[in-house]
Every structure is written in structure tokens, then in C-alpha cells.
């Protein structure tokens, strides 16, 4: 593949995949659609490697994508799969879609994330008599205030994909869903409540819990916040706001009431329940027992010896 020219993504004829991850293996095949937007054809198209200029003139960076043009496409509508395996992602990602028209003059278009969650509801818009262009915007304005203002951003769907609790399956699940432009969010509700159970919740995904939760995100070192939603687990449990490189939110835990909140400022700094229960602050992962660690004082008296000797 030649990978000496830059490349315009403007203009549906060229679609724009991104950056692949090393041992990843992928293809794609695009799909000629008739006026009911039936499958009439399909044709694999070749993946190309291009090169994008920066603000910077000597820094250029590569991006893959498929140039529509060198495929056999009459129709007005083309529906394009790109089948991808990640390595780090074990397959988590397969299969992602785009339904474009074709000849426009289009901003980027781009195969991500985003454009395969939107891709039925863009479908359908223009089913219902939307342009193309008005169709995908309208989508995706619809997918933000589902999901959070961004979520169009491939890195903050990617988050809320890779996380443990998300997977492609049930991202499809979500997508067969908002066709019509709404969906049932108390199966979300559920993946967030199982998310909080284990994690903090930095940048994005914050809006998770905005959105799913109704929790009022906040801004100040060591404020809590509270989960309103009764469809949720934790529905009245308080949340804990805290600062490492970006605000983030996590669970009030129980020890954070005994000992008073365990803060990214307190890292590594002891406290005791009794004389024989004392734990260690672990930052952005709240309190733990000195016990799972040889190095630290396991009980009272031996953190009284440790503070005379500081």
C-alpha cells in the first residue's frame, strides 16, 4: 500500500477508518442498496494507508480508509462493513457499519464507533424523507443527549465500549433500539450500577451517571453527590468527588464514613477503626487494610511507633 500520499477526507468517496492498533486484522466490504434499501450487491474494497498533514508542516500522521470510487457503486445509498479484530480487545470490536450517500460533499466522513451506532437511526431518518446530511446530524444530536454531550467522540464511546461492563453486543442491542430515536435506558441503568460497583468515573463517562443516574456531577476535591434515579441499585448512595489528573466520581464506601474520605491528597496515609483494624488510603481506590500489606502497621500500637519515628 502506498503510504507516500496525503489524503482529503473530504467527500463521501473517501472514508476515513482512523488509526488501526498493531496486530489487528480487518476488511471491508461495501453493499449496494436499491430505493427500499435492500442489499442488491456487495464488493470488498481494498484498505488503503494515506497520510494527513498537521498544523505542524514536518509532522504528518497515517490514517487508513477506503476510496468508494474504486468500487463497481451505482446506487445512491451504500452500506459499508468493516470487519476488525482488535488483539488487546479480544474481538470486542467486529463488525462496525456506515450507511452514506454517496457524491455529497461530506466533512470527514469517518467509520468509527459513533457512525455504527447512529448508522439504523441515520437509515431510518432517511427513510422518513431527512437529506443525508440533516439525517446524520439530527442523530447524532439525539445519541449526545442520550449518552452525554461528545459521545460522538470515538475515544469516549471507546471508553464506554471497553469498559467491563459494555460490549459490542450490547452496544448493537442499543442500536437496533434508537432506530426510532429512543430507548429503554434501565438495562443501562443496571451496566452503570454494575461500572460503580468497581470504578471511578473519570472525563466522559461522567455523563453516565449524569445522564443514567441522576447524579449532579461536581467539581470541588472531597464534595459528594447523590444518585437519584430509583431505577438504580444505588439509588440515594452518595458518591465522592476527588481530583487525580481530572475530577472523577466513585462510591462513598463505608469506610470513607468511618475514617473520613480516603482522597488522592491522603495517598498512602493510615487510619485506624479500633486497635487492631487500620487501613491504608489508596488514592482514587479508597481504603484498604494495612493486613494485605507486610510492609505496613498492622495495627495500632505499631501506627503510633511508625508516627513517633516520622
Not at 38 to 64: A, M, R
Not at 114 to 136: M, N, W
Not at 139 to 160: P, Q, V
Not at 283 to 290: E, F
Amino acid at each position: 500500500m502506498d503510504v507516500s500520499k496525503f489524503v482529503d477526507y473530504s467527500g463521501s468517496q473517501i472514508l476515513n477508518i482512523g488509526t488501526l492498533n498493531d496486530g489487528s486484522s480487518f476488511s471491508v466490504v461495501a453493499y449496494e442498496l436499491d430505493s427500499l434499501f435492500d442489499i442488491t450487491s456487495s464488493e470488498e474494497l481494498p484498505v488503503e494507508i494515506g497520510e494527513t498533514k498537521h498544523y505542524h508542516p514536518s509532522y504528518t500522521s497515517q490514517y487508513y480508509y477506503v476510496d468508494l470510487t474504486k468500487a463497481n457503486l451505482q446506487s445512491k445509498f451504500v452500506w459499508v462493513r468493516l470487519r476488525i479484530s482488535y488483539d488487546a480487545y479480544k474481538d470486542s470490536v467486529s463488525g462496525l457499519e456506515y450507511f452514506v450517500e454517496q457524491n455529497l460533499d461530506m466533512d470527514s466522513p469517518t467509520l468509527n464507533l459513533c457512525s455504527h451506532v447512529t448508522q439504523k437511526r441515520v437509515e431510518q431518518l432517511v427513510k422518513d424523507g431527512f437529506p443525508y446530511i440533516p439525517a446524520q446530524k439530527t442523530a447524532r444530536s439525539e445519541l449526545e443527549r442520550i449518552w452525554g454531550g461528545d459521545s460522538c467522540s470515538d475515544n469516549n464511546l471507546k471508553k464506554i465500549v471497553f469498559s467491563n461492563q459494555f460490549n459490542m453486543g450490547e452496544l448493537n442491542k442499543f442500536r437496533d433500539q434508537f432506530s426510532d430515536g429512543t430507548v429503554d435506558t434501565a438495562g443501562i441503568v443496571e451496566k452503570v450500577d454494575r461500572m460503580l460497583d468497581s470504578n471511578f468515573f473519570y472525563g466522559s463517562q461522567k455523563q453516565l451517571l449524569k445522564n443514567f443516574l441522576g447524579v449532579k456531577l461536581c467539581e470541588n476535591v472531597g464534595s459528594r453527590t447523590v444518585v437519584t434515579n430509583e431505577l438504580s441499585r444505588h439509588y440515594q448512595d452518595s458518591l465522592l468527588c476527588d481530583k487525580d489528573s481530572d475530577m472523577y466520581i466513585r462510591l462513598f464506601g463505608e469506610l470513607d464514613y468511618e475514617l473520613g474520605p480516603c482522597l488522592i491528597s491522603k495517598k498512602e496515609t493510615y487510619a485506624c477503626a479500633n486497635d487492631s483494624d487500620c487501613y491504608v488510603c489508596w488514592g482514587g481506590r479508597g481504603w484498604r487494610s494495612t493486613k494485605e500489606f507486610s510492609n505496613m502497621p498492622q495495627n495500632a500500637y505499631e501506627l503510633e511507633i511508625l508516627k513517633s519515628k516520622q
